[in-house]
Every structure is written in C-alpha cells, then in structure tokens.
C-alpha cells in the first residue's frame, strides 16, 4: 500500500483560500486526488490527476474554485482552494490507486489520514 501523508488545512473565513498538500511514500504509476467527507455524509470526489500525464479531473461544482497539480519528482499532489464557502467544510483525504482515475471512492484502497477544513 501507499502511504499517504496530507498537510495544509485548517480555518478559514468564507471568501478565503487554503493549499492541502499531500506526499505518497512511492510512486503509484496511476491516479491521485481528494476527497472530502462531512460527518454523517458519504465521501465526496473532489479532484483527481493522472500521475503520468498530469490530466486532471474535478467535480462539476467544484471545479471554477479548486486547482489540483502536482510535483512529480516529490511524489506530491496539491489541492488550491479558493472562495471557500461554509459548506467546503470537511475533512480532507488524499487518494491514490494504480489504476484509473475516479471520483468513485470505493475504488481506492490507499487513503490518508485526512486534514481538516473549516471555512466559517
């Protein structure tokens, strides 16, 4: 497996902006992305990238105010936020799998440990 090893969230008033990062221990050859998940809710895609060619995939509602990119060599995948809203509040989780990439969350079996948004 994957380990998966997010920074970057915390508070923010709604208008503002937040950068998660995330590091993968190896290469996955595949897919990365976010996910977030507000508690009682199901998780939720938010952007994913191919590794390789840097195609990038968003949620339809999200995609006009979140940036997903990437450092290659570092193994590190970035998610910008901007104009965030009280309802982008949620925990935050990378994702990686080395097959195609998806906003299905049941496809992908390494998950990190999450970090917190909270936009208010």
């Known amino acids: 497996h994957v380990q998966l090893v997010e920074s970057g969230g915390g508070s923010v008033q709604a208008g503002g902006a937040l950068n998660l990062s995330c590091t993968a221990s190896?290469?996955?050859?595949?897919?990365m992305g976010w996910f977030r998940q507000v508690p009682g809710k199901k998780r939720e895609g938010v952007a994913t990238?191919?590794?390789?060619?840097?195609?990038?995939y968003y949620a339809e509602s999200l995609k006009d105010r979140f940036t997903i990119s990437q450092d290659y060599a570092k193994k590190t995948i970035y998610l910008q936020m901007s104009s965030l809203k009280p309802e982008d509040t949620a925990m935050y989780y990378c994702?990686?799998?080395?097959?195609?990439?998806?906003?299905?969350?049941?496809?992908?079996?390494?998950w990190g440990q999450g970090t917190q948004v909270t936009v208010s």
């Open positions: 994702v990686a799998r080395s097959g195609p990439c998806s906003l299905r969350s049941t496809l992908y079996n390494d």
């Open positions: 990238i191919y590794t390789e060619s840097g195609f990038t």
């Open positions: 190896q290469s996955t050859g595949g897919c």
